[in-house]
């Protein structure tokens, strides 16, 4: 027999004074992530998002014969006709990426039972193995002891014929059954009983969360809600942590995660940070801060987010819509729009929570998120006060490149292709991503790539969510987003624009302060470039301080 293979992903995350949060986050893997994604729409019979999922869950090197068993398995728990149309889904999509010159590795290949003991005890003892529980006899209660055909099949097909396979571990399949039960809705006494023999086989609490998290973006509020309950339950059942929502950091500040819609309907995913010696019976300013293109809220707005309330504000980071806990489909597309909906939609929360004055909300955007931001306190005037950090404006850097180095006709050239690739995915082929940041350095590759590297493809910034990889076709709407077209407007409101003396990226920021009206200021953090404004103690400190007494004097 098999040894059961726990497969755990461990991410370790140091925020805090020195740029990171301290907290140690058992994150699900990418591949993991795809696995939940493929089983629920496969079970869901949502074909043309399992499509995307698929080749995702290949890109994410998933290979051909680990998808291939998490198709068959699932048809125990949703039928061969799911099973079956998400297999011929499969090859449909194999078929376009060799099209394309793609070779998926195919991987090995399920090993043949050779055991030829007692098919019925062999499903039983594996069955033992996951739940840790020896099985005497067979059940003469409940639907065993009223079917006992179905009784047989479970345990000779099941539990041997199925789990007995190879080519996935036991908390693979776990996963798999666990994501289709709960997608599917309506389970929650079978739901309850594989969460428990998840967690027997390795899956953490945390993963169980994020597994919820995931259905939740994908397939809807209901099914993750009720997901939820069970999970609670079985984890208090077995006297475990089973809140999610709240926690406490190592420097007294308490986190609450939150959800939100925004107009799209999109369930835009956050953490609430609450001052140090909180007081529920009192009002605070609260400031909304936006993470940058291709980032996540657990990297520099989640750091800002936590300076902040240190400070003594009630401060939200969140995932933007299409990225990390949020939801939106398609997923890692960039839509301008909707990124600035976001910040509307964080001021509708705080403005209806009964600890923020609505009088005194502000927001920081840090990157693209600034540039987001300015735009949303143009046409949101519960916004009071915007600050900026390293601004890039993401329609000029799209349309012009960094530095306005894209001529017209190179332009031109990139529309020309944007729709011939929408061309292609309307007839079916496969989705065109492109990462924003390399995921190897080349020896062309300038400084500025490098200072992006470092950030986020390292542990001082990276994270699980945090791909930066987008759809090629976003590249249209972002060359259409002009954020400073009407900047005049946000006045008498006032905005802070806070620059790294050696970042890049300034004039963006010196660009939007010469076509705002007053009250404005342009700050230069000395020695500063732009990513180092996102986390290195020495630049945030005078950041910080400049942030807190400009919302201090206008956030009364």
Same mark, same amino acid.
């Given at each position: 027999?098999?040894?059961?293979?726990?497969y755990i992903g461990i991410i370790i995350l140091l925020l805090g004074i020195s740029?990171?949060?301290?907290?140690?986050?058992?994150?699900?893997?990418?591949?993991?992530?795809?696995?939940?994604?493929i089983s629920a729409f496969a079970a869901k019979g949502e074909l043309d998002k399992?499509?995307?999922?698929?080749?995702?869950?290949?890109?994410?090197?998933?290979?051909?014969?680990?998808?291939?068993?998490?198709?068959?398995?699932?048809?125990?728990?949703?039928?061969?006709?799911?099973?079956?149309?998400?297999?011929?889904?499969?090859?449909?999509?194999?078929?376009?990426?060799?099209?394309?010159?793609?070779?998926?590795?195919?991987?090995?290949?399920?090993?043949?039972?050779?055991?030829?003991?007692?098919?019925?005890?062999?499903?039983k003892k594996i069955l033992a193995e996951l739940s840790g529980v020896t099985i005497?006899?067979?059940?003469?209660?409940?639907?065993?002891?009223?079917?006992?055909?179905?009784?047989?099949?479970?345990?000779?097909?099941?539990?041997?014929?199925?789990?007995?396979?190879?080519?996935?571990?036991?908390?693979?399949?776990?996963?798999?059954?666990?994501?289709?039960?709960?997608?599917?809705?309506?389970?929650?006494?079978?739901?309850?009983?594989?969460?428990?023999?998840?967690?027997?086989?390795?899956?953490?609490?945390?993963?169980?969360?994020?597994?919820?998290?995931?259905?939740?973006?994908?397939?809807?509020?209901?099914?993750?809600?009720?997901?939820?309950?069970?999970?609670?339950?079985?984890?208090?059942?077995?006297?475990?942590?089973?809140?999610?929502?709240?926690?406490?950091?190592?420097?007294?500040?308490?986190?609450?995660?939150?959800?939100?819609?925004?107009?799209?309907?999109?369930?835009?995913?956050?953490?609430?940070?609450?001052?140090?010696?909180?007081?529920?019976?009192?009002?605070?300013?609260?400031?909304?801060?936006?993470?940058?293109?291709?980032?996540?809220?657990?990297?520099?707005?989640?750091?800002?987010?936590?300076?902040?309330?240190?400070?003594?504000?009630?401060?939200?980071?969140?995932?933007?819509?299409?990225?990390?806990?949020?939801?939106?489909?398609?997923?890692?597309?960039?839509?301008?729009?909707?990124?600035?909906?976001?910040?509307?939609?964080?001021?509708?929360?705080?403005?209806?929570?009964?600890?923020?004055?609505?009088?005194?909300?502000?927001?920081?955007?840090?990157?693209?998120?600034?540039?987001?931001?300015?735009?949303?306190?143009?046409?949101?005037?519960?916004?009071?006060?915007?600050?900026?950090?390293?601004?890039?404006?993401?329609?000029?850097?799209?349309?012009?490149?960094?530095?306005?180095?894209?001529?017209?006709?190179?332009?031109?050239?990139? /529309?020309?292709?944007? @729709? $011939?690739?929408?061309?292609?995915?309307?007839?079916? #082929?496969?989705?065109?991503?492109? =990462? %924003?940041? !390399?995921?190897?350095?080349?020896?062309?590759?300038?400084?500025?790539?490098?200072?992006?590297?470092?950030?986020?493809?390292?542990?001082?910034?990276?994270?699980?969510?945090?791909?930066?990889?987008?759809?090629?076709?976003?590249?249209?709407?972002?060359?259409?987003?002009?954020?400073?077209?009407?900047?005049?407007?946000?006045?008498?409101?006032?905005? /802070?624009?806070?620059? @790294? $003396?050696?970042?890049?990226?300034?004039?963006?920021? #010196?660009?939007?302060?010469?076509? =705002? %009206?007053? !009250?404005?200021?342009?700050?230069?953090?000395?020695?500063?470039?732009?990513?180092?404004?996102?986390?290195?103690?020495?630049?945030?400190?005078?950041?910080?301080?400049?942030?807190?007494?400009?919302?201090?004097?206008?956030?009364?």
């Amino acid at each position: 027999m098999r040894k059961i293979n726990l497969y755990i992903g461990i991410i370790i995350l140091l925020l805090g004074i020195s740029g990171n949060i301290n907290a140690q986050d058992k994150m699900l893997t990418k591949k993991q992530e795809k696995i939940i994604t493929i089983s629920a729409f496969a079970a869901k019979g949502e074909l043309d998002k399992l499509k995307i999922e698929l080749n995702a869950g290949l890109d994410a090197e998933l290979t051909v014969n680990e998808i291939k068993e998490v198709l068959v398995h699932l048809y125990a728990y949703s039928g061969f006709p799911r099973s079956i149309r998400g297999l011929q889904t499969l090859m449909s999509v194999l078929d376009q990426r060799k099209a394309n010159a793609i070779n998926d590795n195919w991987g090995r290949e399920a090993s043949p039972i050779t055991d030829t003991r007692d098919k019925y005890e062999r499903g039983k003892k594996i069955l033992a193995e996951l739940s840790g529980v020896t099985i005497q006899g067979r059940p003469q209660t409940g639907y065993a002891a009223f079917s006992p055909e179905i009784e047989t099949f479970l345990k000779e097909h099941l539990f041997a014929d199925i789990f007995e396979r190879d080519v996935l571990t036991y908390a693979q399949r776990e996963m798999v059954t666990v994501s289709v039960i709960a997608a599917l809705g309506g389970l929650e006494p079978m739901l309850s009983s594989h969460m428990n023999l998840s967690l027997n086989v390795g899956i953490t609490p945390e993963q169980l969360n994020q597994l919820i998290n995931i259905i939740e973006i994908n397939v809807g509020k209901k099914e993750a809600d009720a997901a939820g309950t069970v999970l609670k339950e079985v984890l208090q059942s077995k006297g475990l942590n089973s809140d999610f929502n709240t926690s406490k950091m190592g420097n007294g500040i308490r986190i609450e995660k939150i959800s939100f819609l925004n107009r799209f309907h999109n369930n835009v995913v956050g953490n609430l940070y609450f001052p140090l010696n909180y007081d529920a019976n009192k009002k605070y300013a609260a400031i909304i801060i936006g993470h940058p293109f291709g980032g996540v809220k657990e990297q520099t707005s989640g750091l800002h987010a936590q300076k902040m309330a240190e400070l003594g504000y009630i401060t939200l980071a969140f995932d933007a819509s299409h990225y990390g806990e949020s939801g939106g489909y398609p997923r890692y597309i960039e839509s301008p729009e909707t990124r600035v909906e976001d910040f509307s939609a964080a001021v509708d929360f705080l403005s209806n929570h009964k600890n923020v004055k609505t009088e005194a909300i502000g927001v920081i955007g840090i990157c693209g998120g600034g540039g987001y931001s300015v735009s949303a306190a143009q046409i949101d005037h519960r916004i009071k006060a915007v600050a900026t950090i390293s601004m890039y404006d993401m329609g000029r850097a799209r349309r012009q490149g960094l530095g306005d180095v894209i001529t017209y006709d190179q332009r031109m050239k990139t /529309l020309d292709e944007i @729709g $011939e690739q929408r061309t292609r995915e309307f007839k079916g #082929e496969s989705r065109k991503d492109i =990462a %924003a940041i !390399p995921t190897v350095l080349s020896e062309n590759d300038t400084e500025n790539t490098k200072e992006f590297f470092d950030y986020y493809r390292t542990p001082r910034g990276g994270h699980p969510n945090s791909t930066t990889s987008y759809s090629y076709t976003s590249l249209a709407p972002m060359m259409n987003f002009f954020p400073f077209i009407q900047i005049e407007t946000i006045s008498p409101r006032p905005l /802070l624009f806070i620059v @790294g $003396e050696r970042a890049v990226s300034a004039y963006f920021s #010196e660009d939007a302060y010469s076509k =705002a %009206a007053e !009250p404005k200021e342009l700050y230069i953090v000395p020695g500063a470039s732009h990513v180092d404004l996102y986390d290195r103690p020495e630049y945030t400190a005078v950041s910080l301080s400049k942030l807190d007494s400009f919302f201090k004097q206008y956030l009364k």
